[in-house]
């Protein structure tokens, strides 16, 4: 069965320091890979997807980064967090078909202070 | 991008119906349309998704309206563990909605 890891499930960093989350799918292969963000008490905001190693996308335009060295792996980055990347992260991923079903990761909760 | 209007918030009491509404009055004849739920301090959950039938599963119901621009989640007999926020989502067949993207959902409240 197919499984996704996200980590760490909280974090704190204080304002210019780098950030790293990532994820990983178990038991698929050439998923489509999502990182969302959610500010307190709001929606989903999408901000990358990839469909394949090397190819990302990116929705919003912002301090955040994302990164797919291999298939089921996918990395974002920040080189200097603001405040204002508080937020809850969410890895989602789900193979292509309109049909398929979106599963997602536990969730980050990062405070930059 | 085909957009989902739901409301910001409904009630409801434990143990009756439910029926969380949503429309999609751009709906195009191959999307697919799926709901989520996000329970606090969780990632969404899959819920239910349909074409243009209607949609049973353990979880809930999903009623489609015969021009598919708007749909309604049932839940049939509320509990506390359904407080969530629901979420409405289009998916396009041809991959183009490679872009999935969430509107801000309606946030459920059962009372006991």
């Known amino acids: 069965s197919q499984t996704i890891h996200q980590w760490p499930a909280t974090l704190v960093q204080p304002v210019g320091s780098p950030l790293s989350l990532e994820c990983t799918v178990e038991g698929t292969s050439n998923p489509n890979l999502y990182w969302y963000r959610q500010a307190a008490g709001r929606g989903l905001q999408l901000l990358f997807y990839?469909?394949?190693?090397?190819?990302i996308s990116s929705e919003v335009p912002q301090n955040l980064s994302a990164s797919r060295p291999q298939d089921r792996q996918f990395i974002l980055s920040s080189k200097k967090l603001l405040l204002s990347d508080s937020g809850f992260y969410l890895c989602a991923w789900t193979q292509g078909g309109a049909n398929e079903k979106l599963f997602f990761g536990s969730g980050t909760q990062l405070s930059v202070l | 991008d085909a957009k989902t209007t739901q409301p910001n918030s409904m009630e409801s009491n434990e143990e009756e119906p439910v029926h969380l509404p949503c429309n999609h009055s751009t709906i195009s004849g191959t999307d697919y349309i799926h709901w989520y739920r996000q329970l606090p301090s969780q990632g969404p959950e899959y819920v239910i998704h349909g074409l243009t039938s209607n949609v049973n599963n353990r979880m809930a119901s999903l009623a489609i309206a015969e021009d598919r621009k708007s749909s309604t989640l049932i839940l049939h007999r509320a509990t506390l563990r359904d407080a969530a926020v629901y979420y409405c989502i289009l998916r396009p067949y041809n991959n183009a909605g490679n872009m999935l993207t969430f509107g801000g959902g309606t946030r459920l409240m059962v009372k006991p």
């Open positions: 990839s469909v394949g190693i090397g190819q």
